[in-house]
């Protein structure tokens, strides 16, 4: 067992020793001091962008050896207080936590340290192998001492087992491995028809879902709700027993699924977490690798090949919401012929020009609208109401106290890791300066040219139409949490302009994650996406299709 003593000094430094008798080797990482006046949970799982939100203070450590000792001074960059002396004295439950990063030396011959996932989908607070002390209470006052262990490793994840309807596959990318210069893999979980193993020869076309990491296959209970379940309470949706009526939803979708005369469809939830975050954006990119080529032309293959999917374009969906939705569109967008549909919800932003409230080609600043005698600083994230919770410096702030060079593992980190450059030190280009919020316009210029959905489609319309016609559906509340309503209003106005022959939808002060569903709110629309395009899936299949396909092995 590791373990670090962590000294703090007079709440203006930390001094970090690695002791002998605790390593064998030297470490690199995050270290993470977090402050807490919230007992409810350990304050590693209460950072956040919310007002609610406890203190972190990060430091990078570089090469650790055992027995030395590492400062954490008091300009350590914090969230939401920048200053360890700037705390106001009072009682913490002060906890201590060391992201662990790893060193790979990737093909383009930059030497990288990063963190990596381990089985948790990228979660620094989760991640199996990172050492963190027991939170203590103390009484924090100036010029107090405070020592603290990091004792304690965070255990393995057990891989979920194999049931008769959900499946779990993994196969080592070899696009991905040559670029990381270390086993890269990809995994699926698979949903297989009700009747698989009766129907030997039947094949069958693909659902593929994009999303945030799925440690398993999301939202498929064969057995029916825990009538011994204690209710418990959304705060995001206001409701009383949430959790019974994700249970009942998930249940209706077994009933659903394993129904006579139900389509039978492979439904495909696909891991791909990585060094930056919890999925990859499934797109090929400068700073992650050819994610895009690995899934579309390793992982599906083997999918199909394995559990006997029709493995051509016509018979294969994607859909999604939130960062589902954007790799959905993308993935449509970038392969064309080998999707026959996507279903972007509420997708990340599909036009830069309103990359949440920011236009990244016009703006000079991320953070803050300016004029000539005032500057306003920019929301990023509200209510239906449209009452802000976060701004955009606040939850970038957030991120900078996480990890420096991208490494925070959060939002807007990973869209600079996926969409920018590779800079000069090996790390992804940022698109604004984390602290000022300064945009720099030519990494600007190479996210439009690369990663703007709407831009591209414009610009290769010509090229694309006989490929995308039909196949681009777009849904999004017009109050959507992170204003991801203003790039769709973008994209629509565009596609306007063609006869794409698809469709854009907005629900009426909904907010993140609506899908089309015009009769149910957000909380229960969120738990059907498996079913709620299928109707469009089948009509699809019948209107656009080869000659001598197979349409009927799969309808048993």
Sequence with gaps: MTSLTLLLLTALEVQVQLPKDRATQPLDGRLMILFSTDAAAEPRFQINDSPKTQIVFGSDIDGLRPGQTHTVSAEAYGYPIQRLDSIKPG??????????????????????????????????????????????????????????????????IQPPADTTYIKHWRIQSDRLTKFWGKPVYLGANILVPHGFDSHPNARYPLMLYHGHFPADFSGFRPEPPDDNLKPDYSD?????????????????FYKKWTSANF?????????????????????????????G??????????????????????????????????????????????????????????DFRAHSTINIYEDK?????????????????????GHVSATIQTMNQMELALGSKTRSGQQFDIWEAVYSPVGADGYPKRLWDKVTGDID??????????????HILQRDWNKLEPSLKGKLHIYCGDMDN?????????????????????????????????????NQPNAISRLRYHTMYLDKILKRIEANHPAGADLTSWRH
């Design 365 to 385: 600043n991320a953070y803050f609208t300016q004029g000539t005698h005032r500057q306003v600083e920019r929301p990023g994230k509200r209510d239906y109401l």
């Design 91 to 156: 009682e913490y439950y002060v906890q201590a936590l060391l992201d662990i990063y790893e060193t790979f030396q990737r093909a383009d011959g930059h030497v990288l340290k990063l963190p990596t996932d381990r089985g948790e989908g990228r979660q620094w607070n989760r991640a199996p192998g990172n050492l963190y002390s027991k939170p203590v209470k103390l009484t924090v006052k100036p010029g107090q001492s405070i020592q603290l262990q990091l004792t304690e490793r965070i255990a393995p």
């Design 236 to 252: 995001r949706f206001k409701l009383a027993g949430y959790n019974r009526i994700v249970q009942q939803e998930a249940h209706a």
């Design 482 to 518: 992170f204003y991801l309503n203003n790039a769709v209003y973008l994209m629509e106005d565009f596609l306007k302009t063609t006869n794409y022959g698809g469709e854009v939808k907005y629900g009426d002060r909904a907010e993140h994650c609506w899908n089309g569903d015009p």
């Design 293 to 350: 080529d690995a899934i579309m032309y390793e992982l599906l293959p083997a999918i199909e090949a394995k559990f006997r999917g029709i493995g051509q374009g016509w018979a294969r969906f994607t859909y999604g919401g939130s960062t589902g939705g954007w790799e959905a569109l993308a993935a449509q967008i970038f392969y064309p012929t080998e999707f026959n549909g996507a279903f972007g919800a509420c997708p990340d932003p599909i």
């Design 441 to 454: 316009p030519e990494v600007a210029k190479y996210w439009r040219d690369n990663f703007d959905l709407r």
């Design 263 to 291: 389509p039978r469809f492979l439904a495909v939830e696909i891991q791909h977490a990585n060094q930056f975050y919890d999925d990859s954006y499934a797109v090929n990119s400068a700073n992650l690798g050819p994610y």
